[in-house]
């Protein structure tokens, strides 16, 4: 008699890949993961030949390669808020002006994510502070969104232009309103108040 239950291969339940090894993974993939060691090792292995690559066809480094999104491993560690190795990147020369396929930049993604830390250490760095993506977004509104009370100070400290509005005609006022954010309404209240008096 032959049993009726099926089996993990009938069910197709059999794991067909193995999970990936730290080896395989991209320098962008070990970026967002914070694994700085292995980054180390990731660019000290880059041949002659990468090398040479890179500096005909991008901007001389292998840390400030593009992948399929446009994002670099610098984007990729802001995003994830891997303060460690965004530090270990900057000071490498990953370049944080850089702007992803729908105009995403580091600091936009360190905002949204409300990575206070990271936003200044780009801002440290000359990062765009103004920088906009695919639909008018900026660091700002992007934090205040986020509702990133030390991000929307860091930011309005550094310039941040508060004019800006997004495509849809937020300006971060209008949009801390929007959605209720009232502490991020006093901090944009006092950051006017502070310019009309200076």
């Excluded at 901007?59 to 593009?66: A, F, H, R």
């Excluded at 993506?133 to 100070?153: E, F, M, S």
């Excluded at 502490?183 to 009309?196: A, D, F, M, P, R």
Aim: net charge negative; charged share 20%; with cysteine.
């Amino acid at each position: 008699k032959h049993p009726t239950s099926l089996t993990n291969k009938q069910r197709g339940n059999e794991v067909t890949l193995l999970p990936a090894s730290i080896d395989s993974l991209s320098i962008h993939q070990l970026a967002a993961q914070g694994e700085v060691s292995e980054v180390a090792a990731h660019l000290s292995k880059v041949s002659h030949v990468q090398l040479y690559l890179c500096v005909i066809f991008a901007d001389g480094s292998l840390l400030n390669n593009q992948d399929e999104r446009g994002f670099t491993p610098l984007m990729w560690a802001a995003a994830f808020g891997e303060k460690t190795m965004v530090d270990f990147l900057l000071d490498k020369g990953a370049d944080p002006k850089t702007i992803a396929r729908e105009r995403e930049s580091a600091l936009t993604l360190a905002s949204s994510g409300g990575y206070v830390d990271i936003v200044e250490s780009l801002l440290r760095q000359g990062a765009d502070i103004n920088t906009y993506d695919w639909n008018g977004g900026t660091p700002l509104l992007y934090a205040v969104r986020g509702n990133h009370i030390k991000c929307v100070q860091a930011l309005l400290a550094s310039g941040a232009d508060m004019t800006i509005e997004s495509e849809s005609g937020y300006s971060p006022m209008a949009l801390a309103f929007a959605l209720g954010h009232k502490k991020i309404q006093k901090v944009l209240e006092n950051h006017i108040l502070k310019l009309y008096k200076s």
